[in-house]
């Protein structure tokens, strides 16, 4: 069973140093380099495969996996192992009682399930991250990309025995029914991380008792307040809504304050009409500038296109209800030069990433400087916003003492010091 | 409905300062100081209850709330009101590129429901660390309690309402329709920590979307390594097993290294009898000492009383494997003088807690030095281990910038600079 043997993986590759997972990515660099012929070959038959399918233009463009991916795969790879090791950290210490230290130590979580898209250079990725930080991984990416993907597992399988680790801490499944049985297998699996539509999303945390991280939705909001620079505020915007239209963190609905509209709306609809987005406004908005009417409906809608719903808001805490209310606490921005209006809007907004003056675009686990990232995850638990390697750890208490019982405590006999230590975990793999 | 007006609650009590929360804190103590003959006489009224239908004395026990239980209640009330807020800490800062700066700061997950057994000076330490953390709670208590329960809640939301903050922010949920209502509410409400038996939190698990923290389990282990302080070793697991059988953190399970197993099992299991510990053990076991066979179901069972099952194991490998597979990621604990077999140990085990020559009942969350604790977390996500104010806090990204476009960055107009600061995040509330 893939996930049983994920799990024995698990425990060897958790106890592994951090320079023989280091060693594995390196190597996996270079197999990539040697092997690229083969990956290219697969890569080929999976796009021909699709065009015949009739496969549209950007989803071929995320297929093709060639030299440039190849490139920039290797440079992720060798960058991952340059990295600090995320495994062993002292995250706190504390004395207990006399002789009795309490270590918070980081460490991974297990074995982590991963379903993604259709780009093969996202596999290499993934399973980098979780190498690095001693998990074992199932990794199901899209049908169209399979022959690319079980090209690239393969060589991640040959990194992993070269440096004397299991092989099975990175498995490809290949069918639903793989999905299926994954979901399933609770006991064995610890975490699940679904990349894809809104709907896929809430099938697999609808199905599966495992706990799941990942974003439903990217319903990402610009806020214009009063006291916006006007110029700032247009560019912000055209920025958010059309820098790149089919991404989560791209702007959805734009709030503008009534004191400003008159002056925002006019020269920022001509700019995004420039760029070809087609806008929809509530009523007070089409008594400043034409367009269509937006409905009820559109302010939960996530377009991932060319579309953009306008809003006037008489007050900032109509911006910030209607972002809490509408919104999927991905990433929203106040555009101002108030700064009280600023810490409002920060403190008060419910989600994951909260700007001034700067495009929604960033939301990025690269632009955040994380690395690589394994997803955005719009809930709250364990990690929000864009997550990297320290997404994929947790951590354990490791408690160590020279006998001490619960008994000499409750008597008396000794007694809680609770003092700060300044050490770190002495016992160390 | 009250989810909702918890989550109005929560966006207020979110952006209060610290100052105006621990003021909440303080004026509870007196406020229970003050109406301490109402509670009383509403917990009496629980008690005679509760005698009436012939409660069991450890459970009447922990129902009674009178001067003692006021005397720790009120004096943790000023602890945590006296701890540093755990909102509004920079976690990280970052310069993505020039002008653009990143901090991760930390902030109330938002919505909790909490369902806790029939202590109601449980129901007050639960909505403190709530309150400190900015959360607003939704709070279950057992029924023989529920007078105690409304007593005090109505004292929580007195204190909110005198310090300014929404007396919603804490509300008592009464029946079990409350409970199934609260269950669907996963737009509203963030987070379900149940406390109880292991049945009642699967049964939470499996009937809601809405995330779980808890533990189902504590099925600790003790293991006895070659290299134990035999005495040592009788001691510790003496007061695993009987300082508290009822309790999670307490042993069930015995691992005995068979080349110390004449020296130790003898002496242990007499000190186990006076106590009047009943014991199983494997084939092993009974060649050394008489005792009742122990069976597969033996090492998957949490007796919660003076039972344990004894296991000889042939290395430490054996034990820790024996413990990953049948534990249940509480808490386990090495008594061992050798410092490699101790590494191998507290990293291969994959539990919550990981303790070197300490006795298992240390697993908790005033001992760990976190003030009081809202539960413990056999999961991996989140909060792990005693969960306290900490595993009540979330985190969000604040990026603030100047104007900062994607296209910049694309177009190679401005570059990353991923430099670290070492500067707090500048707006808070």
């Known amino acids: 069973m893939m ?19 280091n060693e594995t990515l390196r190597s996996l ?3 990539l380099e040697q092997e690229k012929e083969t990956i290219f070959a697969a890569n080929r038959a999976d796009l021909e495969e699709a065009e015949r399918e009739n496969l549209a233009a950007p989803l071929l463009h995320r297929l093709t996996f060639g030299e440039e991916k190849l490139r920039q795969v290797t440079e992720g790879l060798l960058a991952v192992a340059a990295m600090p090791d995320p495994l062993h950290r002292t995250l706190q210490a504390t004395e207990i009682t006399e002789g009795l230290k309490l270590f918070k130590v980081s460490c991974p979580i297990g074995v982590i399930g991963i379903i993604f ?10 399973a980098s991250l979780c190498i690095k930080s001693g998990n074992a991984v199932l990794l199901k990416g899209g049908r169209e990309a399979r022959r690319s993907n079980q090209a690239l597992c393969a060589l991640v399988r040959k990194a992993l025995e070269a440096s004397g680790l299991p092989a099975d801490a990175a498995q490809l ?3 639903r029914e793989d ?3 994954m979901l399933r297998e609770d006991g064995l699996i610890d975490l699940i991380i679904p990349r894809g539509s809104n709907a896929f999303v809430r099938y697999i945390i609808e199905n599966s008792r495992i706990p799941v991280l990942g974003h439903a939705d990217g319903l990402c909001h610009v806020y214009i307040d009063e006291d916006a620079d006007p110029e700032m505020a247009v560019k912000i915007a055209v920025d958010s809504k059309t820098q790149n239209v089919a991404v989560c963190n791209a702007m959805e609905t734009l709030l503008v ?8 709306i006019p020269p920022l609809f001509a700019a995004l009409r420039d760029r070809a987005v087609k806008l929809r406004g509530d009523e007070e908005v089409r008594k400043i500038a034409e367009c269509l009417p937006a409905t009820e409906e559109d302010w939960s809608t996530e377009y991932l296109d060319a579309v953009l719903s306008v809003k006037i808001v008489k007050s900032e805490e109509e911006a910030i209800a209607h972002i809490n209310r509408y919104g999927s606490h991905h990433t929203d921005c106040i555009v101002t030069e108030n700064d009280a209006h600023a810490v409002r809007f920060l403190n008060q907004v419910d989600s994951a990433g909260v700007y001034r003056n700067v495009s929604t ?3 990025d686990g690269f632009v955040y400087g994380l690395g690589a990232e394994v997803g955005i995850a719009t809930g709250k638990l364990h990690a929000r916003g864009p997550m990297g390697m320290e997404g994929l750890t947790t951590y354990k208490y490791k408690l160590l003492g020279n006998g001490q019982l619960m008994a000499d405590m409750k008597n008396g ?5 609770h003092r700060s230590l300044a050490e770190n975990c002495p016992v160390e793999g």
């Open 3 to 21: 996930a049983e043997s994920a799990r024995d993986a698990f425990y060897r590759i958790s106890a592994s140093d951090a320079e023989v997972r």
């Open 29 to 31: 660099a270079a197999l």
């Open 117 to 126: 898209e259709s780009r093969p250079d996202a596999l290499i990725q993934i």
């Open 173 to 175: 499944l290949e069918t």
């Open 179 to 181: 999905v299926s049985r």
């Open 257 to 264: 304050h009534a004191a400003i509209a008159e002056k925002v």
């Open 361 to 363: 675009r960033f939301a």
């Open 413 to 417: 006999a000794r007694r809680y010091t």
